[in-house]
């Protein structure tokens, strides 16, 4: 599966070519770690126990479906992307043999499983550097390596739970952002942290382990918010709250209810630009809101003016004005508005694919521009075990053996 950009790119390098993956993870934290160099040329290869990655079986959050035609669902879809699949039983003697081959002809060895699995399973760099010195061995966890809780799992609501994500809404129930935000940015950290230990070797000439994990990379995700406690000894209230913001940092709704948002900042720069575009320029010297720090005083009192200036006109008119007056303001869109937005289309954000059995569809493309080594690779998720025999034959594995590996159900 290939998207549009793919042809006027065919002869050029994609920027982690030729170097080989070997994934023994689950779920998306660490699989998404992996789809994720895929995009950027990497080999990916997973390693599934016969009855598949749980992923595949994950078919709800909260109300939402996640299911699709024959049984598949598009979270494995899209974190097990640009990957081929085999199946492997390496609790078994003859299925580590594979993982070591594989092993040794590796540049990464990528994993989410619990410290407790890797040591029993020896998915160590202790063990692991034996077959291969030079390896990069990335781990993705709940809590991180170290301390009382690192052999606990974790799923990407309890990191945000721990964390404190859940409570920065300063709403009265702790409530998740969104099923799969911190999964996914622990993914993009993991990608970082082994592409980053990928240019230590190509420098030093050595091997190591790195780590994430789930909590790590929301605290990172936090940081503002947890200096503003460290500064302050508080609980941080930095929430998104209308009335608590001035119009020169807010969302309005417009004539046809629809929605734009506008930063602007500093404030004193762009109050008049703002009273001017919306006809409202005697509000520029209005006694009550001539200094910014006025605004913020009454700045209920103003929003509730603006709103009703914001709904005498449609969006896209505003959006004009707004342009000619060189200020900041963007739709607020949906998620289905976004698959159409011109900017993100022509941009490569999102991408045009043709999948095998899904047909044309619209995917995220890879998020980063690079002028001579493109990163627009995209092909579909495999089915559990699907490359298996195909991997084996690489690593040297005769058709007998191969047949024989089967019958003893190591693959």
Not at 191 to 208: K, N, P
Not at 256 to 285: F, N
Not at 346 to 364: A, L, Q, S, T, W
Not at 365 to 382: M, V
Request: with cysteine; proline share 6%; aromatic share 8%.
């Amino acid at each position: 599966m290939t998207n549009d950009s793919t042809d006027k790119n065919e002869n050029k390098h994609r920027p982690l070519e030729g170097i080989r993956v070997v994934e023994c993870a689950i779920f998306h934290a660490g699989p998404g770690a992996g789809a994720i160099l895929g995009d950027l040329g990497a080999e990916v290869i997973k390693i599934e126990a016969k009855q598949g990655d749980p992923m595949r079986g994950w078919s709800r959050a909260g109300g939402f479906s996640f299911d699709l035609p024959g049984n598949r669902n598009f979270v494995h879809e899209f974190t097990n992307r640009n990957k081929r699949g085999i199946t492997l039983d390496i609790t078994k003697d003859k299925g580590q043999e594979v993982l070591h081959r594989l092993v040794g002809e590796c540049d990464v060895f990528l994993t989410n499983f619990r410290k407790s699995t890797k040591a029993k399973l020896g998915l160590t760099l202790e063990n692991l550097s034996n077959y291969n010195p030079r390896l990069i061995l990335a781990n993705v966890s709940g809590y991180g390596p170290d301390g009382p809780d690192s052999n606990e799992g974790a799923y990407d609501p309890l990191g945000q739970a721990r964390s404190g994500m859940m409570t920065i809404q300063d709403v009265e129930n702790p409530s998740v952002l969104q099923i799969g935000i911190l999964d996914q940015a622990t993914a993009i950290a993991a990608s970082h942290e082994i592409i980053t230990a990928l240019l230590v070797r190509e420098r030093l000439g050595i091997g190591q382990e790195v780590e994430v994990s789930l909590l790590s990379t929301a605290i990172w995700l936090l940081s503002m918010n947890i200096m503003a406690a460290s500064f302050f000894k508080s609980n941080p209230t930095l929430c998104w709250d209308r009335p608590l913001n001035t119009p020169l940092r807010n969302s309005f709704c417009c004539k046809d209810g629809l929605w734009l948002m506008g930063v602007h900042h500093p404030p004193e720069k762009y109050w008049r630009s703002l009273c001017e575009a919306t006809g409202q320029i005697e509000l520029a010297d209005d006694p009550r809101f001539d200094t910014e720090e006025k605004r913020v005083g009454n700045c209920a009192e103003l929003v509730a003016l603006f709103d009703q200036v914001f709904l005498t006109k449609n969006r896209d008119e505003w959006l004009t004005i707004f342009k000619s007056h060189r200020m900041m303001f963007t739709p607020v869109q949906t998620c289905l508005d976004v698959l159409d937005d011109t900017q993100a289309l022509e941009n490569n954000y999102i991408v045009e694919v043709d999948h095998p059995d899904f047909g044309r569809m619209k995917v995220p493309g890879y998020p980063i521009h690079f002028s001579e080594t493109p990163a627009d690779a995209w092909s579909p998720a495999p089915a559990v075990g699907q490359h298996t025999e195909e991997v084996l034959h690489e690593l040297g594995y005769t058709p007998r053996e191969i047949e024989q590996l089967r019958e003893e159900e190591i693959i």
